[in-house]
């Protein structure tokens, strides 16, 4: 029956369009190496420009690693790619990088929607390329050479990197250890990345967990129980993390570090070390809200997987879309705006990367509150935005000074920004005020990503029930509403 409930949840993961197919893998691998040429040109052109002796112009090279969902395999048939454009020592950030390479990729016909993101910790360029959203940063090696199968664990690449270069690295440096010591991780970090989405813990910018915690803790739960199967280990990952002592830290097993205690650090909410540092730990914007909703939806989580073999066991229970409207009486709706559909990314991107203050304020004047990473648009709406709503502790709406709280946070996001100012409007809105045309968006209307897709869960499905035991029903089939045309979706 475990083994049942297993494969029905790796095909509720494929009828969501998680899983890539074969040719959609072979085009994704076409396009990085069509854009590592377009990087090793650049740097051909940089040299050049510097100039370099012709030796170390024939020589010299750059590459890209990717990482996050592409680089550990959990990657959808729509999923975005995150790449690290790796260059040699004579290769910058603020002249080559965001002015040749930009100049160079903005060009190229296959490329759209590209604008810098820079005033941020981890700085980088945000463009689509052949369809695809690739977010691209960079770091500077001490070589001259970076050979393209570069081993970026090897020490000797790793010497005299500024701070925000190591930032950068420290990503792909953490997806290469995990696969090393966790290299059959992906059915279960999919299905941990697709639940956390659908109850909207996902989104470290929204002080919910990022791809690399889940990661982490995934690994964590695979390494406890190596020879347990696909649904025993999403049972015990609810478990684990349901009833974890926080601030204890989370750290995967590793016989070459010797990991030490760093006191600043283990004062965060929930502490995560990175698999290839003794004494780092995953950035985190979470907050004492955010805190108690990612306890809340692990607990909920185990109370619903803790007997797997329940007759009436269904994992779309355990996937089912957070209900904001019917937990929520009250709602801060966050507008955004901008003149031009290629300004919005900018302007919505900063906004992001400034949510942790807006969260640390709410919670000083209201308490808590549930900050909702999914980005909407209004269908009535004409101009380029986006629209949040973030759920807010019920009987404490009234006492809310809206004024200060945009005052406090407009001084925040209006130091450090280069690119044009768009419109930002806050205001407390009912559950019923929220349209229910609102739809979710990610910059583009052409690209939405079948992870954040809202099901319909009232609409007829046919059970499936398991082949020797007929009364145990193990998923359904959708119908889509016509029952003599079922969908393949479980």
Not at 3 to 12: D, F, G, V
Not at 98 to 108: A, E, H, P, T
Not at 259 to 278: D, G, H, Q, V
Not at 305 to 314: A, E, I, P, S
């Amino acid at each position: 029956m475990k083994e049942e409930r297993s494969l029905s949840l790796l095909q509720l993961m494929v009828n969501e369009g998680l899983v890539p197919s074969p040719e959609e893998e072979e085009n994704r691998k076409t396009f990085i190496e069509k854009l590592k040429q377009i990087v090793v040109a650049w740097v051909k052109r940089v040299a050049w420009q510097r100039p370099l002796p012709k030796q170390d112009i024939a020589v010299s090279s750059a590459t890209l690693l990717t990482y996050g969902s592409y680089g550990l395999g959990v990657h959808g048939s729509e999923s975005d790619i995150d790449a690290l454009c790796v260059g040699p020592y004579f290769a910058t950030m603020v002249d080559d990088f965001f002015i040749v390479l930009y100049n160079m990729l903005k060009s190229r016909p296959e490329v759209s929607e590209i604008y810098c993101v820079k005033d941020v910790k981890v700085p980088l360029m945000r463009f689509v390329f052949d369809g695809i959203l690739i977010d691209l940063p960079f770091v500077q090696l001490k070589v001259l050479v970076v050979p393209e199968n570069l081993d970026i664990l090897n020490p000797v690449f790793l010497r005299d990197i500024d701070e925000t270069g190591w930032k950068s690295l420290s990503r792909v440096l953490a997806n290469t250890q995990i696969c090393r010591l966790v290299p059959d991780l992906k059915s279960m970090l999919r299905c941990v990345k697709f639940w956390a989405k659908r109850r909207g813990v996902y989104g470290n910018l929204n002080g919910f967990l990022g791809g690399i915690h889940l990661a982490i803790l995934a690994a964590f739960v695979c390494q406890c129980d190596p020879f347990v199967g696909l649904s025993a280990l999403i049972s015990h990952f609810f478990k684990k993390f349901a009833f974890w002592p926080w601030p204890r830290p989370v750290e995967l097993q590793d016989e070459t570090l010797h990991p030490t205690l760093n006191p600043t650090e283990t004062r965060l909410y929930m502490p995560i070390r990175l698999p290839f540092s003794s004494y780092e730990y995953c950035h985190s914007n979470i907050t004492k809200s955010t805190f108690y909703k990612i306890r809340t939806e692990f607990l909920r989580g185990h109370n619903l997987t803790k007997d797997l073999l329940k007759f009436d066991f269904d994992w779309h229970n355990v996937l089912e879309p957070f209900p904001y409207t019917k937990k929520y009486a009250w709602f801060l709706k966050i507008f955004l705006s901008a003149s031009k559909q290629d300004e919005l990314g900018d302007w919505v991107g900063w906004i992001k990367s400034r949510f942790c203050c807006l969260l640390f304020k709410l919670e000083e004047v209201q308490g808590l509150c549930d900050p909702n990473p999914t980005e909407y648009i209004d269908v009535n709406i004409a101009d380029p935005h986006v629209i949040f709503y973030w759920g807010l502790q019920a009987g404490k709406t009234n006492a809310i000074d809206i004024k200060s709280v945009k005052d406090v946070f407009w001084r925040n996001i209006s130091t450090g920004y280069q690119g044009p100012f768009g419109k930002i409007e806050l205001s407390i809105v009912k559950a019923s005020q929220v349209p229910k045309s609102a739809q979710f968006d990610t910059l583009s209307q052409k690209r939405k990503k079948a992870c954040w897709k809202m099901m319909d869960y009232h609409q007829r499905r046919i059970p499936i029930y398991l082949q020797h035991v007929p009364q145990y029903i193990v998923g359904y089939v959708s119908t889509n509403g016509d029952p003599e045309y079922p969908s393949a979706g479980v």
